[in-house]
């Protein structure tokens, strides 16, 4: 058997893509997106249907060239979700603008709206996540959309204190970003990690057994991959989001995946509770020169790439 055959006995693979075809050739359970892999998809004349469709509907509903914008970036984003539904037999995320990162009231009239296009479409909420980033603002949004039945996952993150913020506000999946904290690392240490000791692969590592010491419900999903060893490091997470080009290593090599992540040993482990209000939250998230920057820049770069898809957009709009 495939080592992606392998992983996927003790952890949900979860395509990290945009792409149709990825996802029916490496049939992973659920699907993420966020703006930069839509915006990638968006290139292709395949999904120009998808694109056309909700342009013609931002036009027929816009009250003025903003509100057609917001209504345009909401329903491609809703129309690659639904399609992406057809494929994968669970769930997909899709994310809030970044630009409301720091806007309760935004997130969640946001998600709100994406739940309503889905539900139209005959999609019931139960396999949407809608993605928040982890700011405090983020998990405050998390808290109220729950409590009425629509599940979030909050992205971005770098840091046990974004993660027991979000698990105390009821969010139903985390979403670790292994890669990034590595590459902080990296550049700051001068020298790469073997995967034992990979930075994200340890942070994803304390998340996992904070939450299951804890009993939270609050599910891990590791993502930002860069390189395999991190991901067959993690196996036993309860997720992983994976691009379309460690799907293809994975599949291709043979050999056992040993289990790594396992709940069962988590209340054996010391660990402290951590209380996280809002001012030792934003404390110790500044206190976390890694986590802060790297927050900081995944913002700048999802809102970057919305606006840069907003652009594609008004080509196909004139």
């Not at 075809?21 to 892999?37: C, F, G, I, R, V």
């Not at 909050?154 to 046990?160: E, G, Q, R, Y």
């Not at 034992?196 to 804890?214: A, C, Q, R, T």
Request: include cysteine.
């Amino acid at each position: 058997m495939s080592k992606l055959d392998n992983l996927k006995k003790h952890t949900v693979v979860v395509a990290d893509t945009g792409d149709f075809d990825s996802m029916k050739e490496y049939q992973p359970q659920d699907a993420t997106t966020n703006p930069t892999l839509i915006l990638e998809a968006a290139d292709k004349p395949q999904y120009q249907p998808l694109l056309e469709e909700a342009v013609s509907y931002a036009e027929s509903k816009g009250m003025n060239e903003a509100h057609k914008m917001e209504l345009l970036i909401e329903k491609v984003f809703v129309n690659f979700g639904v399609e992406i539904l057809k494929i994968v037999p669970g769930r997909v995320s899709t994310e809030v603008d970044a630009r409301l990162s720091f806007d309760v009231e935004g997130s969640v009239r946001k998600a709100h709206n994406y739940i309503a296009l889905y539900e139209k479409a005959g999609i019931p909420r139960e396999r949407i996540l809608i993605k928040l980033a982890s700011t405090w603002e983020g998990a405050v949004a998390c808290r109220q959309l729950e409590k009425e039945g629509i599940h979030c996952n909050m992205t971005l993150m770098f840091s046990i204190p974004q993660a027991v913020a979000a698990a105390e506000s009821g969010a139903t999946l985390i979403s670790p970003f292994v890669g990034r904290i590595r590459d902080w690392w990296l550049k700051h240490e001068g020298h790469d990690f073997e995967p034992h000791e990979d930075p994200g692969v340890l942070s994803v590592n304390e998340i996992f057994y904070y939450l299951k010491h804890f009993d939270y419900k609050t599910q891990v999903m590791g993502a930002s991959f860069r390189n395999s060893g991190e991901i067959l490091e993690l196996c036993g997470c309860d997720l992983l989001t994976i691009s379309p080009k460690f799907l293809e290593e994975l599949s291709k090599a043979e050999g056992d995946v040993p289990k790594k992540l396992d709940a069962k040993k988590a209340k054996a482990q010391p660990i402290d509770r951590l209380e996280v209000d809002e001012k030792t939250f934003r404390y110790l998230v500044n206190d976390n020169a890694m986590a802060i920057e790297k927050l900081a820049e995944g913002i700048r770069k999802f809102a970057e790439a919305t606006i840069e898809l907003e652009e594609e957009l008004k080509k196909i709009s004139v």
